[in-house]
């Protein structure tokens, strides 16, 4: 077969820039004759591999070819993928991988194991150091489902694609494949989206103009004519995805995971020019859902010095036996990333009550400045209930008029600023010029603390 023609390679060429693409190690041949595997050689072993570029940024690139040996992993395939990992972590440059196999190659026997292990071992390496994108076309399972998780970004075809561990027919007491699509697999965190390819290339460009090519490069944007001054009406009001909208320069976002821990959004933003990673609440209690999406999407900001902006807007923890079995485990390991990052950090406060409050972008967490609007509530608890709680004597109408005295002598954003938790009270129309100003003296940060690996969660 004409590998030039192969629809591993029309997905490469699609998602690179025009005649950007050079492929490595084309002749690569299986070298197995075990079993049933015959003496017939397929060029490629079923993995096209190379470099590119995606608008302009260098990229290295692989793709299953399930028209070959049904894609499936071999010993010469894992060896493939495994040097051009190498390479890309030698030349600070991303990898894009476009999975669709068969799975291990079952007359290779350990020889499969062996590959595919070598490449769980180059992804974990390259983790941190660059970052790792993967789209899931046609099927991806068994040991293979799990390459997606060792990605900081994966998306997955909307029709076609399947990602599982066990076969949907193989599982206990299940004959339903729903599981395996796209639609279910983002809605458990697996996928930052789903889409048909175009959309999924749209995507990756449009992660490629936010984010650094290493954990060393700059995460800018040139030519930002939007005004770093520009007011933003009616701020306070907006749901999360659209005030992250209105603040960023010229509305652009790249959300991630956008059906997963749906009481946050997670995305990046640009600021005069500069990405920022924003989290932002949407005023209901807070579900460990929505605290492991943002875990996860802030270790990948501190991991490549992307600033930190956390709009807060929590009335306390959702009330369910579901976030009583993995919440404080779920919020430890947010408190792990906010306490010690390294990175410029800034808050916003809408409304920050109780623990759940204190835990998302305090002053106490080590955020470096923090802002809040006249009209914010911060507090120990909601005003109501702590009047019921200091004066239970009391009939409800003065129990009432307590609650209004306790909200604005305790759980206002002035009594907040006043004892030092709050930087300053500003305008909501001046969140967006206020940012800026706070993320430009914040360049340059540098923390020196005691060296350690990493943390345990």
Not at 140 to 159: H, N, W, Y
Request: charged content about 25%; some cysteine.
């Amino acid at each position: 077969m004409d590998q030039r023609n192969s629809l591993a390679r029309k997905r490469i060429e699609a998602l690179l820039d025009e005649s950007s693409f050079v492929e490595i190690g084309a002749h690569v041949c299986s070298r197995s004759t075990d079993f049933n595997a015959g003496e017939k050689q397929e060029a490629s072993d079923g993995v096209i591999c190379g470099y590119g570029s995606i608008s302009g940024k260098p990229v290295y690139i692989y793709a299953q070819d399930r028209e070959v040996l049904s894609g499936s992993i071999g010993e010469m395939h894992g060896k493939k993928i495994a040097s051009l990992y190498d390479t890309a972590m030698k030349m600070g440059c991303p990898v894009v991988e476009l999975l669709d196999s068969s799975g291990l190659r079952i007359p290779e026997a350990t020889d499969a194991i062996f590959a595919l292990s070598t490449i769980y071992e180059k992804k974990a390496k390259a983790k941190g150091l660059v970052p790792q994108y993967t789209v899931i076309f046609g099927q991806v399972g068994g040991g293979l489902a799990i390459l997606p998780s060792l990605s900081d970004f994966s998306f997955m075809e909307k029709e076609e694609a399947r990602l599982f561990l066990t076969a949907p027919d193989g599982v206990e007491g299940n004959k339903d494949e729903a599981f395996a699509k796209a639609e279910a697999q983002a809605k458990q965190g697996n996928l930052d989206f789903y889409g048909t390819e175009e959309e999924i290339f749209a995507e990756i460009r449009k992660a490629f103009a936010f984010l650094p090519a290493n954990n060393e490069d700059a995460a800018y944007q040139e030519d930002v004519e939007d005004s770093l001054n520009r007011s933003v009406e009616g701020f306070f009001a907006l749901a999360p995805r659209e005030a992250l909208e209105t603040l960023s320069d010229e509305g652009r976002i790249f959300e991630v995971k956008s059906h997963f821990g749906e009481g946050a959004v997670t995305a990046f933003i640009s600021l005069n020019g500069q990405t920022v990673g924003a989290v932002a609440t949407n005023g209901e209690p807070l579900h460990w859902k929505a605290v492991e999406k943002m875990d996860q999407f802030l270790r990948f900001c501190n991991s490549y010095s992307i600033p930190i902006l956390t709009v807060c807007d929590v009335p306390g923890f959702e009330n369910c036996s579901c976030n009583e079995k993995h919440m404080a485990k779920a919020m430890a390991s947010l408190l792990s990333i906010y306490g010690n990052a390294s990175v410029p950090m800034v808050s916003l406060v809408k409304k920050a009550i109780g623990s759940a409050g204190a835990a998302m972008g305090s002053k106490g967490l080590g955020v470096d400045l923090v802002y809040a609007y006249p009209e914010s509530e911060i507090s120990i608890m909601d005003a109501k209930y702590a009047a019921d709680i200091l004066y239970p004597e009391k009939s409800a109408s003065e129990r009432e008029e307590e609650s209004k005295k306790f909200l604005a002598e305790k759980s206002s954003a002035l009594a907040a600023a006043k004892r030092g938790y709050v930087d300053d009270l500003i305008l909501p129309e001046e969140s967006r010029q206020r940012i800026i100003s706070a993320f430009e003296i914040l360049y340059g940060k540098a923390n020196f603390d005691f060296h350690k690996k990493f943390g345990s969660n």
